[in-house]
């Protein structure tokens, strides 16, 4: 049996890390993307194959390493070793550590039948089945979905919806073969058997940045993305190491994440508008094929949660506290997004609800948001969602969870991964 997360966390020097779903993760500040990068190549020599390369996010404030993937039983020591020399690495490099910063968001459906309704999310998503419960995305970048067991039905639209953009978006006869249908709101609005409804945004080459050959690699999906597959660590880390450069020169941060098959480049939801964007997607597409790379442009995908809501301004508050995200810039010409200040998470946006529907506000959700937090920040976390008008309306699993609900009833479970074996174990025990 594996360590606990309880027991990982509990290693000396590993006190940079923060064990929530799916692994360990750790936030070093950086002062540049370039000075970032630094700590991408570091770690990339220290672990030599793509089986041990862990999962790194090069932002312009950072670096983001998650240590673990979906599925894996427990920490090793390997693990804890190898926490140890990234964390020593970051020193080295003068990058500080900020492990109250980390925070995972997954999404949660509700349903009767779970098999009928994981098979259109797969489907949908272009995910992958990991268990009875869990649909996750293989690049690891999109919010995994669980499904739990649903008592009785709740037939109104939910308040929560979710859009994808994605190459390969299934056809008509595709959604029906999923048990899926076209919604009656909307050309790309699908749903599954239960009625949770999903934006399905098609992507082909038509989606492409420009007409030019220069910027083929590239398309427009929300953000405006690419992916190089890279086998090799080291070659991964020279192009993440050059494309931070290219990024910083250009005064246009880019989102770089680097797995074991390759490297997304991504601007972020809505960053590619920027008139200079165009210049820098040549650059870093020239310096690619100068490499000899080719991108793989369907493995792309772009998601996001939309939130129905009467009193938007109260809502949308209440999300960015409990998220800890912040408001989108463009606020003042109608924009209702929030985002993750590290655009590590997905971004939400609000729509408006007529107050009228007040059958569809009262009933429960099928689809809520799971937050993930260190154990040492959940407290604060509650407090904030607290203040900001929200509400517990179920604490029966603390300190495992606590659900809570926004002023309009859409709720969001606060989570923590930290001390549930221990816990498990003691519930097992007692009832033998």
Request: hydrophobic content about 45%; cysteine-free.
């Amino acid at each position: 049996m594996g360590l606990t997360a309880k027991q990982f966390q509990q290693a000396g020097g590993v006190e940079d890390w923060r064990v929530l779903a799916f692994g360990a993760s750790a936030w070093f500040d950086a002062p540049s993307q370039p000075a970032g990068a630094a700590l991408v190549r570091r770690v990339a020599e220290l672990t030599g194959s793509a089986d041990h390369l862990p999962d790194m996010d090069l932002r312009a404030g950072g670096v983001h390493v998650r240590i673990g993937t979906p599925g894996s039983a427990g920490f090793t020591q390997t693990d804890v070793a190898l926490a140890r020399a990234i964390s020593a690495a970051a020193r080295d490099l003068d990058l500080a550590a900020d492990p109250s910063s980390v925070q995972t968001v997954q999404l949660a459906i509700d349903a009767l039948d779970k098999p009928a309704v994981m098979a259109f999310w797969r489907a949908a998503l272009g995910y992958e089945r990991l268990d009875d419960d869990d649909l996750v995305d293989a690049m690891r970048r999109d919010p995994a979905i669980w499904f739990q067991q649903q008592d009785q039905p709740r037939p109104l639209r939910n308040r929560i919806h979710v859009d994808v953009a994605r190459p390969h978006a299934l056809t008509r006869e595709g959604v029906g073969a999923v048990g899926g249908r076209f919604a009656d709101v909307g050309d790309v609005t699908l749903a599954d058997a239960e009625g949770n409804e999903a934006d399905v945004i098609p992507v082909g080459p038509g989606d492409a940045l420009g007409e030019g050959p220069e910027t083929a690699d590239w398309r427009d999906m929300f953000g405006v993305m690419t992916f190089y597959p890279l086998a090799s660590p080291l070659r991964a880390a020279e192009l993440a190491t050059v494309v931070a450069g290219l990024a910083d020169d250009a005064g246009l941060p880019l989102l770089v994440d680097m797995r074991p098959d390759g490297v997304t480049i991504d601007s972020g939801k809505d960053q590619g508008e920027d008139e200079g964007f165009g210049d820098l997607a040549r650059r870093v597409q020239a310096a690619a094929r100068g490499m000899a790379l080719t991108a793989d442009t369907t493995r792309l995908r772009f998601v996001q949660i939309g939130i129905d809501a009467v009193d938007i301004p109260t809502v949308r508050g209440f999300w960015r506290a409990v998220l800890g995200y912040e408001y989108d810039p463009r606020s003042e010409f109608g924009v209702t997004d929030i985002y993750d200040p590290r655009r590590l998470n997905l971004p939400i946006f609000f729509q408006q609800m007529d107050a009228s529907e007040e059958a569809r506000r009262n009933q429960r959700n099928r689809i809520h948001v799971d937050l993930f937090v260190p154990d040492d920040q959940a407290r604060g976390r509650i407090d904030a969602a607290i203040a900001a008008g929200g509400r517990i309306v179920y604490d029966d699993e603390a300190p495992e969870w606590w659900t809570l609900a926004d002023p309009e009833g859409n709720e969001v479970d606060i989570a923590v991964s930290v001390g549930r074996e221990e816990l498990w174990l003691a519930a097992r025990a007692e009832s033998n």
